[in-house]
DNA sequence: TATTCTTTTTAATGAAATTTAAAATTAAAT
DNA sequence: ATTTAATTTTAAATTTCATTAAAAAGAATA
């Protein structure tokens, strides 16, 4: 069950974890960043109910909870949502249902703190919040002024950019032509960005700038 | 069906007000105070979907709606949910499953609830109403700016904090870049939570401030 | 009030990391 | 072929941090 769930969410892009009980469960709420729960009642360790009731305690008061059940009474659906669930499915139950629930849980507005600002170009992933960049899933480490830079082209990608903007925008420099910070860091940034990758996203239009873009 | 609902609410210390069409419940969000919509799908001159559409549009992205109706399929209850109802209730039902699921609504989103609230990360839990931290169970002891500090970061965790920030917040220093409190601070803090554990919850990010969150 | 203890702030140090300018190399355009 | 533009490499200069110690300020106690 927890298999075919895993599968299903991932393939709707959701990054998925799994616990197979209760225990570690609620050590994944706790370690992981985590936006919505589905949790079954019946689990090894650890009851549903005393999971949701703990998630609770432990102050992830707006953290959406979705129980799964086979106990389809009303005594049971009553006790599942008492004990702070959000939403109750019954088991067996469509897929698709389960789908909708999750959306209905996480629409912008429900989702309270966690709106971190993400900017993407194909598997190249920028967190501007956590000020971290990951390109495939690896993070990539970068020093300030080379992150400042990469926003920057980020922020701008599929237009070029010229040096000037570019030494105005990231170094606060409006004269002083005579430098080349720019070329060598964009040097930087393509070792640490495209050298090891076939798909270049950082590109030279001579004469003019850089631009970031998906190559066509 | 509304007047039995209606009266059922209200024995339970619920303020009711009853619209017999979608036009007329559309109207009462917007005069009244409204904290939590029942809505029927087959309703007088606006259909119900339209209704929670309608309310999701004007801006109440939070009110919560609970959709009743009689169509049970999954296409049904997914269309319901995707046009903005956050739960789904079919007739027939039992009164006290539309209780619990009210309650499931309005729980945390309902004012005044001044239960204590707790920031966690990891095995660092932090009481902020009863000014306790904890790592792994084990009572650290803070003296006032040590907890007004770690509070701002926690509050922001998986968020870069750089000093002016945490100057501004912590300190109320909107200017006096000439010190290095932040530094001497943070360290303190470090001596207290990370130098006996392992994983380490406090990061430098040079050039750019500090971040709290659990290392990858 | 004086004394002691705790908390907060400032200042100084050395180590580590980052940034920069300049030169050397390579590639592109005319 | 020559000029111009872009890239890479190097090493020195600079910045940023962590840590420590000591001074200053604030609380608690006698």
Redesign the pocket.
């Known amino acids: 069950m927890a298999a075919f769930i895993s599968q299903g969410l991932q393939e709707e892009g959701y990054n998925v974890f799994v616990a197979y009980d209760g225990i570690y469960g609620l050590e994944l709420v706790k370690q992981k960043n985590i936006d919505l729960v589905v949790l079954d009642i019946i689990l090894p360790k650890m009851d549903g109910r005393e999971v949701a009731k703990q998630i609770r305690t432990l102050g992830f008061t707006t953290l959406p909870i979705i129980m799964l059940t086979a106990l389809g009474t009303t005594e049971n659906i009553v006790m599942g949502l008492d004990c702070g669930a959000d939403d109750y499915l019954i088991k067996p139950f469509k897929f698709k249902e389960l789908l909708a629930r999750i959306r209905a849980r996480t629409r912008s507005g429900n989702l309270g703190e966690n709106n971190n600002q993400k900017i993407v170009l194909s598997d190249l992933e920028m967190d501007v919040d956590a000020k971290s960049v990951t390109r495939a899933g690896k993070t990539i480490k970068l ?4 992150f400042r830079l990469l926003e920057f082209l980020l922020k701008n990608k599929n237009k070029v950019l010229n040096r000037v903007e570019i030494l105005e925008s990231v ?1 606060d420099i409006n004269f002083n032509l ?4 720019v ?5 930087y940034l ?1 070792n640490k960005i495209d050298k090891q990758y076939n798909e270049k996203l950082i590109h ?1 239009v ?3 700038g850089y631009i970031m873009k998906i190559n066509n």
């Open positions: 020093t300030s002024t080379e170094w005579g430098t080349n910070v070329d060598v860091y964009v040097n393509r030279t001579i004469g003019m």
